[in-house]
């Protein structure tokens, strides 16, 4: 049976990052996601994202920085065309995306939505901005692991998972941000097995098509 082809996007950082792709590719070889990851992509041609392609023995792909959005857009489609990927996934990448189809793109973000999503909601500034509204409103507001299909605009597409995960008295944005990162990778390859294998969908325009949502809260 030939499986599902993935493309991931992951930007991680010049010295770290990555560890949602590489649960991933491990979920990939053990079984829990039925796929074939064809390669990784990221903004950093020499960061902790290449450093696990390398040792995973994933082909690595560098997305360059470019001057205009349309630029960015043309670049996009050409690395999905020419990787002959049939789904994207979004696992830790930073950039806003255009000219991919939302139905077959997808990403994890770590926190709920939309509340806590949109430009400049990323890594350890949701947990910051959880923990404020925490203080700010008390046991009504949590954590989250969030996945939606993807839009032009940043975490606008319909959430089709979430799971709480509860914010304690005493965390600290990095606390938050472990326990929410386990969550993470605990479900994400769960989750991106039942998309790719059309439990479930979107039709990519009508929010009311959306099938298969498991919003644990």
């Avoid at 089709?160 to 606390?175: C, G, M, N, W």
């Amino acid at each position: 049976m030939i499986k599902p082809r993935l493309l991931i996007f992951a930007s991680g950082t010049a010295e770290w990052g990555g560890s949602g792709f590489e649960n991933l590719v491990l979920a990939s070889r053990s079984g829990i996601l039925d796929a074939l990851i064809i390669g990784v992509v990221s903004n950093h041609s020499n960061g902790g994202v290449r450093e696990r392609a390398d040792r995973l023995g994933i082909s690595f792909i560098f997305f360059e920085k470019t001057a205009t959005p349309e630029k960015n857009e043309k670049q996009y489609q050409e690395i999905v065309r020419e990787s002959g990927a049939e789904w994207v996934a979004l696992s830790g990448w930073l950039k806003l995306v255009s000219g991919l189809d939302p139905k077959t793109t997808f990403n994890i973000h770590p926190g709920p939505l939309p509340e806590f999503g949109g430009k400049g909601m990323y890594g350890i500034h949701v947990h910051e901005a959880v923990l404020h509204a925490f203080k700010e409103r008390g046991s009504s507001v949590h954590g989250a692991v969030t996945m939606h299909f993807v839009t032009p605009v940043y975490d606008e597409g319909p959430v089709f998972f979430r799971i709480a995960v509860p914010v304690l008295p005493s965390d600290t944005a990095e606390s938050l941000q472990k326990r929410v990162n386990e969550m993470e990778h605990e479900w994400q390859s769960k989750i991106t097995d039942k998309v790719i294998h059309g439990e479930i969908s979107w039709d990519g325009k009508n929010r009311e098509t959306l099938k298969g949502a498991e919003l644990l809260y």
